[in-house]
């Protein structure tokens, strides 16, 4: 479609139905009701038969979501593959209900529209007689997509009062764990299941392990709720189940932001667990504590073996064939000690390295990251300031919006403004500290460093006697942090020491 021309075609006074366009529609409902289920099929009826009535248009196609909030589009897969066809310019127009079903977040309504356009393909809202090709569009578009959103934040808090209401009148939220059944919202035993739970405690606090527990209930026949076996996870979920003794557990998770739905799990020192007189115990709370005990004691030493084993041989499962992701074993050229890929036997054809050369690698890498400590802590201040100010940035972006919706800013200081920030936006993005290859986005809390730990070196085999190593670090006070430095390429020796000229190639690349 030719935008330059469409636009000229509507502000000479022409309908967008007497244009010639190819033209689909989108649809979404939110839930999997016969009730939304009939709606769904009602639009897209509707809209085939009116693409199909007007001559000028040529309908190709349809995408559908089903059963998926408006919230966010993550998980709108057909919505996210209107997006990729729009690119490969597929279509002109996009035909959707009204803005609600195309999304309720304010940004993500916008950011979609300005993309589609350059792509050179318009949306038009029919209910709210928004077109995206139209000058006006912008303005109307985040009016309204402002206030659909607007209505998500009240139907999140409804449901949250209805939620709370409902914890307050004793009845219980989600499914029923085994062992118990729900009715009209109150837990009771079910005797059959919660015999096997009484036995699956008794057999933990005698010593059985999980994994032959799980193994004994299986040759039994006894499943889960879903008719599956017991798994260790699910078994160790039914041990730490503060429920089988008469306890509630909540604020294990909180929503980060009702505009996406996301939750994340709070830290366990903060759920709040205490004794609850609608939840009929199964397990006497001894018992429970004491299987709890041992689960928690148990994990403590399954963590401490861990890594006593991984650290009995410094390379011991850190390095890695990257075409079959398993691990090099030590083997022995002579009287050198090298590492092979354990696939070799089955005709992996990456390369063997010695210790010696790794050793050095890492050596000169420790010492890079050391030479240049005080230029990535620098970096990362100026990242970091950089990130405070896009935050800011955001924010009052978000508030160009209420201030429109209040009536306190007119369309063209609307307009000045945001305009003025997302060029103070682009900027900060164009912008780079510091032009080194050395370094990357991964470097956070770089200047807290106390030690650098090798994490995994990933081998890759580039010609008969090359190879290129990834290799990734653990840096700072604790080893949660990796970071991921860019690939170093050597060549492979094949002598038992290296040589001067195999040591000039290898710095060149680190």
């Known amino acids: 479609m030719d935008l330059y021309k469409v636009k000229n075609e509507l502000l000479s006074g022409k309908s967008i139905f007497d244009i010639k366009l190819n033209v689909v529609f989108y649809a979404r409902v939110s839930t999997d ?31 559908v979501d089903e059963a998926v909030s408006g919230t966010s589009v993550k998980k709108r897969q057909n919505f996210l593959k209107m997006i990729d066809d729009a690119k490969e310019n597929k279509f002109d127009l996009i035909l959707t209900k009204e803005i609600s079903r195309f999304s309720r977040n304010t940004l993500d309504s916008i950011k979609y529209t300005q993309n589609l356009l350059k792509c050179s393909v318009g949306v038009y809202f029919m209910s709210d007689n928004i077109n995206t090709l139209m000058p006006d569009s912008e303005l109307r578009l985040t009016i309204m997509s402002a206030i659909a959103q607007d209505e998500v934040r009240r139907i999140s808090e409804r449901v949250k009062f209805g939620l709370k209401q409902s914890v307050k009148d004793g009845k219980m939220l989600g499914s029923a764990p085994f062992g118990y059944e729900k009715k009209n919202g109150i837990l009771t035993i079910k005797y059959e299941e919660a015999i096997i739970v009484k036995r699956v405690f008794d057999y933990y606090i005698k010593g059985l392990g999980l994994r032959a527990i799980s193994n004994k209930l299986s040759k039994e026949n006894i499943v889960n709720k879903n008719k599956k076996p017991f798994t260790y996870s699910s078994l160790r979920n039914i041990i ?68 006593s084993y991984q650290n009995r041989y ?69 990242k970091n300031e950089s990130s405070k100010n896009k935050e800011t940035l955001i924010f009052k972006k978000e508030k160009l919006f209420e201030l429109v919706l209040d009536s306190l800013i007119s369309k063209s200081e609307f307009k000045e403004r945001k305009e003025k920030i997302e060029k103070e936006l682009t900027n900060i993005k164009e912008n780079v500290f510091i032009k080194s290859d050395f370094l990357n986005d991964d470097f956070n809390n770089f200047k ?63």
Not at 46 to 60: A, C, H, M, Q, R
Not at 284 to 304: H, M, Q, S, V, Y
Not at 353 to 379: G, H, P, R
């Open 448 to 510: 807290s460093t106390s030690y650098v730990k090798l994490k995994k070196c990933e081998i890759e085999k580039t010609a008969n006697t090359s190879a290129k190593i990834c290799i990734y670090l653990s840096l700072g006070s604790t080893s949660t942090q990796c970071v991921s430095l860019h690939e170093t390429g050597i060549s492979q020796a094949q002598v038992s020491r290296l040589e001067k000229s195999a040591i000039d190639r290898m710095k060149k690349y680190i």
């Open 33 to 63: 009701t016969k009730e939304q289920s009939l709606s769904l099929d009602n639009q897209i009826k509707y809209f085939e038969d009116f693409i199909k009535s007007n001559k000028n248009w040529v309908y190709k196609g349809r995408y």
């Open 314 to 382: 410094f390379f011991s499962g850190k390095v890695v064939c990257k075409e079959h992701k398993t691990s090099y074993h030590r083997v022995m050229f002579g009287k050198n000690e090298a590492l092979k890929c354990k696939e070799a036997r089955n005709g992996c054809e990456n390369v063997s390295i010695y210790k010696s050369e790794l050793e050095f690698i890492l050596n000169d890498v420790y010492k890079t990251i050391k030479q240049n400590k005080l230029k990535i802590a620098d970096y990362l201040d100026r």
């Open 240 to 307: 730490s189940n503060p429920k089988y003794k008469g306890f509630s557990c909540t604020n294990k998770y909180y929503s980060t932001d009702f505009k996406y739905g996301k939750k994340l799990k709070t830290p366990s020192d903060e759920w709040i667990i205490k004794k609850d007189k609608n939840i009929p115990l199964i397990i006497p709370e001894n018992t429970w504590n004491r299987a709890n005990d041992i689960l928690n004691e148990r994990g403590k030493n399954f963590k401490d073996n861990k890594s």
